[in-house]
């Protein structure tokens, strides 16, 4: 699993039915973009140290466009470059 600054990091519901918890990951703490990463959750404004089982979460990228918000326009884009998972 890699993320960098902007992209989202989802889990599904628990149960059927259950919305997705999502959240935006604002600080990446390893250069090869690995786990553990800051994340701010959308449903209630925390901010936690995450490091998710890619069992259950997954990154969807450039979660940033989604809300309105161009990720050039992003206070914290800039050069992404590649990245390998």
Known sequence: MRAQ??????RQG????????VGSVIEVTNEDGSPPYV???YEDGTEQLVSPDPD???IREHGIKEHGIKGSDHPMSGDRGSRAD
């Open 14 to 21: 628990r149960l059927t039915g259950l919305a997705e918890v």
């Open 5 to 10: 600054v902007g992209d989202q990091l989802v």
């Open 56 to 58: 259950r979460y997954w």
């Open 39 to 41: 994340v701010k959750f």
